[in-house]
Antibody
């Protein structure tokens, strides 16, 4: 059974930092592009960041470029999102997901809520 | 960034009847390999998103064949041949041709 389990969300003050983790099992994590996608309360979906299987390529949406860092540890089957200089507009549920655009591979976690507020 | 525009944004449907959602992109989604990177996602209430279709018309594993996709270039359509109660939720188109990948605003499907 495929499982993606996010953790690390919570309440943080503006300007603070959080590190999200995603523990993956049930598929060959090291073979696939992975991503973080977020959804602000009551809003639509926004793709945040992607990372290549070997970690050599990373892409970010402009609004988080320079503040967020996506990374992975293939030995631990884990995906990470380091979030610095957090803003109120970063408040959202953050999903860990596969990012395979050309094949029948689609896996999502249950999401972790990040709330940025004083 | 590529802007994805969906219509309608709200779609009341009768059980057993067909439904259709349109999606238009501000740029071509055709890659040099000949593939068109347009996806459709479903998000049921209280659940994580799930991809239904990739490369316009390819169904993901476990997706019922009542879901189909069509279109080319910049204009795409998701069709549900006969709506069932479990189809209630929000549907998003998403392009994965240009970074950043971008979603449409979402279309809320509800039962009349």
């Amino acid at each position: 059974e495929v499982q993606l389990v996010e953790s690390g969300g919570g309440l943080v003050q503006p300007g603070g930092s959080l590190r999200l983790s995603c523990a993956v099992s049930g598929f060959t994590f090291s073979s696939y592009w992975m991503s973080w996608v977020r959804q602000a309360p009551g809003k639509g979906l926004e793709w945040v960041a992607n990372i290549k299987p070997d970690g050599s390529e990373k892409y970010y949406v402009d609004s988080v470029e320079g503040r967020f860092t996506i990374s992975r540890d293939n030995a631990k089957n884990s995906l990470y999102l380091q979030m610095n200089s957090l803003r109120a507009e970063d408040t959202a549920v953050y999903y860990c997901a596969s990012a395979v655009r050309g094949a029948q591979v689609d896996y999502w976690g249950q999401g972790t809520l990040v709330t940025v507020s004083s | 960034d590529v802007v994805m525009t969906q219509s309608p944004l709200s779609l009341p449907v009768t059980l057993g009847q067909p439904a259709s959602i349109s999606c238009r992109s501000s740029q071509s989604l055709v890659y040099s390999d000949g593939n068109t990177y347009l996806n459709w996602f479903q998000q049921r209430p209280g659940q994580s998103p799930r991809r239904l279709l990739y490369k316009v018309s390819n169904r993901d594993s476990g997706v019922p064949d009542r879901f189909s996709g069509s279109g080319s270039g910049t204009d795409f359509t998701l069709k549900i041949s006969r709506v069932e109660a479990e189809d209630v939720g929000v549907y998003y188109c998403m392009q994965s041709m240009h970074w950043p990948w971008t979603f449409g605003q979402g279309t809320k499907v509800e039962i009349k």
